[in-house]
């Protein structure tokens, strides 16, 4: 059960695309509190580096929970941690193999501009690639993180200007946190991984994809 909130403009419906900003915005004035306290715990599992990988799991199934309406909570959180810890280490490692190999790539052409350029492309591509790679994984009825990865470069290659959108979006929330230090161990994470998340189930849902129920604005 959600708790009284605030009146609400809802976007114009041809403005679907900036509903996720205002339903991430809606949460964090719901649940500020409470994803401060799962934000500042991620932090702390992060700087131990083993739990990265299943401490951002579990964020971004906090975020999915939260967009059905579940309020974010620590003792969650640590479940989910401990529900993908080897399937997230397991992407950790593929991901460190492949950009181990492009990273001895690019020393081996770094004389060649060119082809360091198309490695730093590539680069770039793969990181893109996996934008929404997290929030399928948590939407799937049996988890499949191959399955998932394909879902996102679809989803991708399917609305470029959403993606690029959201991406600048990220970027312009997570640069400025990086510098500023404070923002990232308050709630900046915990932002990042709504935008993410919500951005792809209403996109999602605009498509008829995902038959979850829409969420009341």
């Known amino acids: 059960m959600r708790p009284s909130n605030p009146l609400r403009a809802p976007a114009p419906i041809r403005y679907w695309r900036l509903q996720p900003i205002q339903l991430v915005v809606i949460d964090?004035?719901?649940?500020?509190?409470r994803f401060a306290a799962v934000n500042l715990l991620w932090v702390l599992l992060a700087t131990t580096i083993i739990l990265l990988p299943p401490a951002t799991a579990a964020l971004f199934d906090t975020?999915?929970?939260s967009y059905r309406g579940r309020k974010p909570e620590v003792r969650r959180f640590l479940a989910s941690l401990r529900r993908w810890f080897w399937r997230s280490w397991a992407w950790a490692a593929a991901n460190l193999l492949v950009f181990g190999a492009l990273l001895l790539i690019a020393r081996t052409v770094f004389d060649n501009d060119i082809l360091l350029g198309v490695v730093g492309v590539v680069a770039a591509l793969v990181m893109i690639a996996q934008f929404w790679f997290w929030p399928y994984a948590m939407i799937q009825e049996a988890p499949d993180l191959p399955r998932a990865?394909?879902?996102?470069v679809f989803t991708a290659l399917g609305d470029l200007p959403y993606l690029t959108f959201y991406l600048v979006l990220v970027l312009a929330v997570l640069i400025p946190s990086v510098i500023a230090i404070a923002p990232l161990l308050l709630i900046a994470p915990a932002v990042l991984s709504l935008l993410v998340t919500y951005s792809l189930i209403v996109w999602l849902q605009q498509h008829g994809i995902l038959k979850e129920p829409k969420r009341d604005l």
């Open 28 to 33: 964090l004035n719901d649940w500020l509190f």
């Open 63 to 65: 975020a999915h929970q």
């Open 149 to 152: 990865l394909r879902n996102s």
